[in-house]
């Protein structure tokens, strides 16, 4: 099985998730802006598709499907960007970061701060 997770950050600063396992949308998360996580142990819990993570629940999205939800949290034409993948097959994890992209939020996620912010 492959895993991917894509992570979005929308100009406001709000931070999603969209797991996806061999390419079909398992789990849309949002929120992570607001959590105090250490970067290691965020990464290797997204390589795992945040196992502990509540289930989709189309009532949280005024009814939207989980493959709209998806949609709707990656769209790059209102202002969303891709920050970063990370990836798992059955041998070996992968992290791709877009720092160039991201905001505040996004570099204080993955540890990207610099010192002066």
Do not use: Q
Not at 105 to 112: I, Q
Request: charged share 30%; hydrophobic share 35%; net charge negative.
């Amino acid at each position: 099985m492959y895993r991917e997770v894509n992570f979005f950050e929308d100009n406001g600063g709000g931070l999603s998730a969209v797991v996806k396992e061999n390419d079909k949308v398992v789990k849309v998360l949002t929120g992570f802006e607001y959590g105090n996580f250490n970067t290691g142990d965020f990464i290797d819990d997204a390589a795992n598709g945040f196992p502990n993570a509540d289930e989709f629940d189309p009532n949280d999205w005024n009814g939207l499907t989980l493959e709209k939800a998806a949609e709707e949290v990656s769209n790059h034409c209102i202002g969303i960007d891709l920050i970063a993948t990370v990836g798992r097959n059955c041998r070996s994890k992968s992290v791709t970061l877009y720092p160039d992209d991201m905001g505040y939020a996004g570099r204080k996620l993955f540890g990207l701060l610099r010192e002066e912010e």
